[in-house]
């Protein structure tokens, strides 16, 4: 059944465990860094070196003592050639004396400085981004600050661009700062690029002058932020200017020409959204501009540079794709969401990420709310929190970690998903006027400093009147969650439910719960408060047993739910159900022959992805000729583009498929992704002559990897080599589709094994690339093995070619590629 090739194989390496560090904090302690100087100003002026990926800089950074007096002001600076270090005083420069030692700049100060007293130092010094040492993560994954992408101009290549990545303290891979987020400074740059480029910064262009074939932009940043959310990027950019928010604060979407007419598409509910928020937070949107970058080669998904956000170049998509759905909208939501949780309020140290991340990933959820609906809204949130639940390692980690062993290990699904529904608990317990009242408290009274998890617990509590003590110390200060069983009975007209904790005994949780009983085809929600202890038995007077119990309907609470229904409680459930966890719970039960009645009455349900995921099954089960109708209607005049591409998939996988060419042929010329997908699919299924002549006709880039992946056996049947690139990264996952897509599976093992049997090393480098991440975070056994058994097959096949240089360097490769699955 068709889902993107991209979420099938993240869905499937997602059943894995991965390995992750165990920061749960018992055994160090990550201290808060100090601060014995104040950062005040910081002025750059850079110019770049592409051909040796060098930047050369000089910097005024004013600053003083903090609170201690002190003679000596200690910079981070990685990798750098340091030129000169002065102090700047009256237009004068005195010499100062210094030492550059294992990536700190060391100054010694003309004088002891007393607190409130400042100074500036200058420094003139070369940027080396290529000789930094530190390591990226998982969710950034690279750590030297500064990217020159295609720096020779190569024409198969990306565009010419240069950009800044700061988080979590890569800032000072390009200029000398103190790298830490509790510091906050503002901030002049001049930018120095060819007179071709354009440029962004934070804060607003306030001049640029031009000089021959170059140009210098003046950008500066007004109001203090941390090192960290410091940014340049430069590059042959279109600038797509939106209506300014408010008519005063300009919108501008800087992407590559070819994605000009595209950009509102993209990012055009900017305005929109930061009208929610402000509102939303009660605090309106406080920089004096914002602008959106998409770069190439990004490190992670997206970062919220103040005012100057760039984005993986995966916010690209194509005007047929966007007709189906924006699937980088929560990104956007998400960036936005941290110039008022992350810009405005840091996070005083790596360890409180959650008062950044959780809110940000949070705001994906009031956005969507808003913006669609509560379907939407809740069928994201159950993602994330999904997401979580199946990374079983993540169970032992506390939200608010002193222990962890790097930095970066905090960028992971209890920093972010986690979190967030944390928050959306905590926003449920309080009531809406509490809480969003205690977040404007938070975000008024730490403005442009810093914050931690008690400074928001102390804002919620000062507007509440609650004590929240009991959930900080369980959700943030704790690792882990409940996992929920459900015993019911029901005798002399009393139904006795038992809510038992099943999770280890010192770890037990205290929670409100609703809870939904059906009688006579209605629910009555009752609210209960568990207790923290193994069991929780609560009692409700009835006369007839209730025709169904339905716990935590609306997926509120963080909990593992191990309450097992029959299936004809599931039908109940979704025939009667309001809430989509209700609903979503009912048609994701596992498949058994009763569960087709289910899955029909959910091609009906209000929300789209429901009746998807009812699609989806059913593609499993042999339907009747009525029970085809109702999926060929979805197919003809579902509003949602992404439903109907679900249904013609079921369609051309059913034994009916030949019925239905002619819907299939008139899809292909839709102004639609998804259903073209589905569509091209059929045709490849039905007419595998009319599927190759399509792919004739076409090149690579008619095609999307959805369409490729449909066409799989009619590339691979003919050995059409042109497309094999954008598939072959694809091939090698052939075992894990072996269960649930047979078929695929099939196709992918010939195209892996004829790829196998190429001599072309750049094959071989595209399944390097592929699996290399994986292989460094993937830690089931089960899993291992079976990549490792492709590799093994490669290499046999390898093996068995006449052994030219070439074919030797592709074994050496795939042999290295195996031993990182050790």
């Known amino acids: 059944m068709k889902k993107t090739l991209f979420t099938i194989i993240a869905l499937l390496l997602s059943g894995y465990t991965f390995a992750q560090t165990d920061t749960s904090g018992r055994s160090l302690y990550r201290a808060t860094p100090e601060k014995k100087t104040a950062l005040k100003h910081t002025k750059l002026k850079v110019d770049f070196n592409f051909t040796n990926q060098t930047l ?64 500036t130092v200058y420094i003139r010094y070369t940027a080396q981004p290529e000789k930094v040492t530190d390591k990226g993560s998982r969710a950034i994954t690279d750590a030297k600050g500064l990217y020159f992408i295609n720096p020779n101009g190569e024409a198969d290549k990306p565009m010419r ?114 009208t929610f928020f402000s509102e939303r937070f009660g605090y309106d949107y406080p920089w004096a501009k914002y602008a959106q970058m998409v770069v190439r080669d990004f490190v992670s998904g997206a970062m919220e540079n103040t005012t100057a956000v760039s984005h993986a170049e995966s916010a690209y998509q194509s005007a047929e794709a966007l007709a189906d759905q924006n699937y980088w909208e929560p990104i956007i939501a998400h960036e936005l969401a941290h110039h008022w949780f992350g810009d405005l ?26 913006k669609y609906g509560k379907d939407a809204a809740e069928y994201h949130l159950s993602n994330n929190t999904l997401q979580y639940q199946h990374r079983v390692n993540d169970f032992a980690k506390d939200l608010v970690r002193f222990g962890y062993d790097s930095r970066e290990d905090m960028f992971d699904l209890v920093s972010y998903n986690k979190g967030g529904a944390i928050l959306h608990m905590l926003r449920n317990y309080l009531g809406d006027e509490a809480f969003f009242a205690g977040l404007t408290d938070y975000l008024k009274t730490n403005e442009y400093g810093t914050g931690e998890a008690h400074q928001l617990r102390l804002s919620l509590e000062k507007v509440s009147g609650k004590d929240l003590n009991w959930f900080f110390n369980q959700w943030y200060f704790g690792n882990g969650n409940p996992t929920v069983n459900v015993e019911k009975t029901f005798s002399n007209g009393k139904l006795t439910l038992k809510i038992i904790q099943t999770q280890s005994e010192d770890l037990l949780f205290q929670f409100p719960l609703d809870i939904d009983i059906y009688r006579n085809g209605k629910a009555e929600r009752h609210s209960v408060w568990v207790d923290a202890r193994k069991e929780n038995t609560f009692t409700f007077a009835m006369k007839k047993a209730p025709e169904l119990i339905d716990i935590n309907p609306e997926g509120v609470v963080l909990i593992d739910e191990q309450y097992h229904k029959t299936w004809a409680e ?12 209700s609903r979503m719970q009912a048609v994701s039960a596992p498949m058994a022959p009763d569960g087709k009645d289910i899955l ?58 030949n019925k239905y060419v002619s819907l299939f042929e008139k899809y292909l010329g839709t102004p639609s992704g998804a259903i073209k997908n589905a569509a091209i699919n059929g045709i490849a299924r039905t007419e595998p002559a009319r599927a190759k002549s399509i792919l004739e006709k076409g090149s690579v880039k008619d095609f999307d990897t959805d369409q490729l992946a449909g066409l799989s056996g009619v590339i691979v049947d003919n050995q059409m080599e042109q497309y094999l690139p954008a598939i072959l990264p694809y091939f090698i996952y052939y075992p894990f589709f072996e269960k649930d897509n047979p078929e695929t ?22 399944l390097a690339e592929s699996l290399k991440e994986i292989a460094k975070d993937m830690e089931n056994p089960a899993a291992k093995e079976m990549l490792k058994n492709v590799l093994d097959e490669g290499i046999t096949i390898k093996r068995g070619l006449n052994q030219t240089e070439s074919v030797k360097k592709q074994i050496k490769m795939l042999e290295e590629i195996k031993e990182m699955f050790k």
């Open 600 to 657: 029909l009455v959910a091609l009906k349900d209000p929300f789209f992805q429901v009746r998807i995921q009812a699609l989806q099954k059913l593609a499993n089960y042999e339907l009747n000729a009525k029970e085809m109708a109702m999926v060929e209607k979805i197919a003809s005049s579902d509003p949602e583009n992404l439903a109907k591409s679900a249904a013609i998939w079921v369609l051309a996988t059913s034994k009916y498929k």
């Open 345 to 370: 309020v840091t996070t005083e140290s790596w360890s409180n990420l959650t008062v950044n991340e959780s809110f940000a990933n949070y705001s994906e959820y009031l956005w969507l709310l808003h």
């Open 745 to 766: 599976a099939v196709n992918f093992k010939k195209g892996y094994e004829w790829a196998m049997h190429l001599d072309n090393t750049s094959h071989v480098e595209l």
């Open 161 to 274: 661009q240069v950009w800044t990545q700061g988080e979590t303290e890569g800032s000072s891979c390009w200029f000398p700062t103190i790298d830490k987020p509790n510091q906050k400074t503002t901030q002049e740059i001049e930018m120095t690029v060819p007179d071709s480029f354009v440029t962004l910064s934070n804060g607003v262009l306030k001049s640029s002058d031009k000089k021959g074939n170059m140009r210098t932009d003046y950008w500066v940043m007004d109001k203090p932020h941390a090192p960290y959310l410091f940014f340049m990027g430069a590059g042959e950019f279109a600038v797509v200017k939106d209506t300014p928010w408010r008519g005063k604060v300009p919108i501008e979407y800087y992407v590559e020409k070819e994605y000009e007419p595209v950009a509102k598409q993209i990012f055009g509910n900017t305005s929109e959204m930061i």
């Open 570 to 581: 599931y039908l109940y459930q979704m025939q009667r159900a309001k809430s989509l966890k």
């Open 56 to 119: 050369n800089g000089e910097e005024w950074l004013t600053a003083s003592p903090y609170f201690y007096a002190t003679d000596s002001l200690i910079l981070d600076a990685k990798a750098m050639l340091i030129h000169k270090v002065a102090l700047e005083q009256n237009g004068k420069q005195q010499p100062l004396s210094y030492s550059y030692k294992n990536d700190m700049l060391r100054i010694k100060l003309n004088k002891t400085y007393q607190k409130g007293e400042t100074y």
